[in-house]
């Protein structure tokens, strides 16, 4: 098999260990998980939205007229799954506890699908395009592991079933992802790898800047923003090198 293909394998996989390590840290640790969750996100959101600024995005646009089409659609995308997601699963009155679990398993779940067609994505354009999605995306992967768990507990899942369900939807369905997208995806060159390609860089502007950033802000800590310019600064010397 490919070299690009083992690549998004372990990088979908290293994901998928990650949010298992956020279910078990707040299963186990819920203390440390809760204090230090918010700087995970910020230092994932500097790294995701730096990383599509400084070379997702030129690199979609040297590949395809369409880019900037497909990065507003993958942004819209993200913007209105998380919207329904929100309105359906947060505001807790409008369903029965059952069905907010339910919906939950089916949200994250397919979300973490379509992580797993980035990193196909990602890594069929290069390698160092791969390593710059994939640093912001593992890192994101951690808090949406406690964040799985927890609307489960609220949803009425035992702790011993949020737990399992969590790690099915949250965790294996990455590397499923990566696995289902990578047959379709690694034939494609030129403008539908571009287009695609801005299509994930708009979803990960979407959870970095849109998602990450203004969860983080609810819970303002001392280094949450020493946390974000760190994400910027490694992706920056990232592009830097890279050069």
Known sequence: MSQNFWTSFIASSLAALTTTCGIYAIRQREAWARR???????????VLVSASLLHLIPEAVSMSGQAAICLLGGFLTFY?????????VCERGKLPEARIGLIALFGIGFHSLIDGFIYSIS????VSTGLLATAGMVLHEFPEGIVTYILLLRGGFTPRN???AAFLAAALTTPAGMLM???????????????????SAGGLIYVGASHLLPEAERDR???????????????????????
């Open 36 to 46: 230090n969750m918010t700087y995970f996100m910020c230092f994932a959101a500097g």
């Open 80 to 88: 209105l799954f998380n919207w329904f997601f929100t309105a359906y």
């Open 123 to 126: 890594f069929t354009v290069s």
């Open 162 to 164: 949020a737990f399992l």
């Open 181 to 199: 997208s990578f047959p379709f995806v690694s034939h494609l060159r030129g403008v539908p790898l571009g287009n695609l390609l801005a299509l």
């Open 221 to 243: 800590k001392k280094y949450n923003l020493l946390a974000f310019i760190g994400g910027v600064a490694i992706t920056g010397a990232a592009k830097l090198l890279h050069h």
